[in-house]
């Protein structure tokens, strides 16, 4: 929460000829105490001007969740505050987050190369066994499936289909 402690405004260096604006500044604290904008004039501020001409600065003490700041301001210049977003996640929960992204975005990038490699080696090899194009529409529809089950089937076709498989009565010659 941001609170305005004091504020003077007047002359440079002349502290007996400062007014107390105090409860102006306030007033230019946003609704939800979050934070002051204020360009630092007499119209700014709100008060006429009693030395016309003189340059003048504003003092300002006031506080940000208990935290006490004192800032001076001279005309011209914007006056502006905010109380922090929210506070960061602690390390721990930091170090946990982003482990746990590292990791979602290497299973990402895994799925991604077994889907490719699916569909390459249903192109590749499904041109053995029937159209490469309906190994192709396998291996997307099924990225993992097809990755196993095509080297698979095409193993077993062509052991049964092999002729050397079977071995005559009596061994080999």
Do not use: C, H
């Not at 895994?110 to 490719?116: C, K, N, P, R, T």
């Amino acid at each position: 929460m941001l609170e305005v402690l004091s504020a003077f405004y007047g002359p440079i260096g002349n502290t007996k000829q400062k007014t107390d604006v105090t409860a102006q500044v306030r007033q230019r604290i946003s609704a939800d105490k979050q934070g002051i904008s204020l360009l630092v004039s007499p119209s700014g501020i709100g008060v006429t001007d009693k030395n016309p001409g003189t340059p003048k600065e504003l003092t300002v003490r006031y506080s940000i969740n208990g935290q006490e700041m004192t800032e001076t301001f001279r005309d011209g210049n914007t006056f502006s505050a905010n109380v922090p977003g929210p506070a960061p996640k602690s390390i721990t929960r930091q170090a946990l987050s982003l482990y746990g992204m590292v990791w979602s975005q290497a299973f990402s990038a895994l799925f991604v190369f077994l889907a490719a490699l699916s569909v390459g080696m249903a192109f590749n090899l499904g041109s053995y066994v029937l159209n490469p194009i309906v190994w192709v529409v396998v291996a997307i529809i099924l990225p993992y499936g097809a990755f196993w089950a095509i080297p698979v089937i095409l193993i077993l076709m062509r052991i049964f289909s092999s002729q050397d498989f079977i071995l005559p009565m009596g061994g080999p010659r």
